[in-house]
């Protein structure tokens, strides 16, 4: 089955500690990216890749490192966690972007992180 | 700076009604937009995807129309039904690839 697989689901954690939330997906897409969903201000974009070893910031990416060593995973890392990181955390990926992309975005189930 | 409006953010209406949801955005230069449906505690799954050159895209119950030049898209729900309910998020990929959500329509379909 196609799917996008994010672990944990829940997390709550103190400030400051390490944090990795995992992304894998088995679909062989080229570009994977990360948002957080906050109440009021929808879905954004944290980081995103387009392929392995290509990496780019998106709209919030302060606080929040990311890798891809590998096509198939993803990985978003808290270096450092405070309590406005709390929310909710989604990974996508889609085998194709650019202007004649006709592939739609593949969403993890989420993980709720809280951090105290 | 791109930005992504949807309106009503809530909606409530009787089973068996046609719906009509709304999404505008700021900067035309889009690659294609994106309807997602949200259920709580669930990820997204995609509904439709209208690429730029495109005009409308229809799946089953749904059409999303796409006026890139006004900024504007729409989700037109036929008959819809209790299974319905859920949030709706449009989205717009630009043209640096990043993916823009606007804040959704949460939309309850009572029997």
């Known amino acids: 089955e196609a799917q996008v697989t994010q672990n944990p689901r829940y997390l709550i954690t103190v400030t400051g500690k390490k944090l990795t939330v995992t992304c894998s997906q088995n679909?062989?897409?080229?570009?994977m990216s990360w948002y957080r969903q906050d109440p009021g201000l929808g879905l954004r974009q944290i980081y995103y890749s387009m392929n392995v070893e290509v990496t780019d910031k998106g709209d919030v990416p302060e606080g929040y490192k990311v890798s891809r060593k590998e096509k198939r995973n993803f990985p978003l890392i808290l270096e450092s966690p405070s309590p406005n990181q709390t929310s909710l955390y989604f990974c996508?990926?889609?085998?194709?972007?650019?202007?004649?992309?006709?592939?739609?975005?593949?969403f993890g189930d989420g993980t709720r992180l809280s951090i105290l | 700076k791109q930005e992504v409006t949807q309106i009503p953010a809530a909606l409530s209406v009787p089973e068996g009604e046609n719906l009509v949801l709304n999404c505008s955005f700021t900067d035309s230069a889009i690659y294609n937009l994106q309807w997602f449906r949200q259920d709580p505690g669930k990820g997204l799954t995609s509904l439709l995807l209208i690429q730029s050159s495109q005009r409308e895209q229809t799946s089953g119950r749904l059409n999303a129309s796409l006026d890139k030049s006004s900024g504007r898209s729409t989700l037109y729900i036929a008959a819809s039904q209790p299974g319905d309910s859920a949030t709706y998020l449009c989205?717009?990929?630009?043209?640096?690839?990043?993916?823009?959500f606007g804040t959704g329509t949460r939309l309850q379909v009572f029997p």
């Open positions: 989205a717009v990929v630009t043209g640096t690839d990043k993916l823009i």
């Open positions: 679909m062989n897409h080229e570009y």
């Open positions: 996508a990926s889609t085998s194709a972007t650019g202007r004649a992309s006709n592939q739609p975005q593949h």
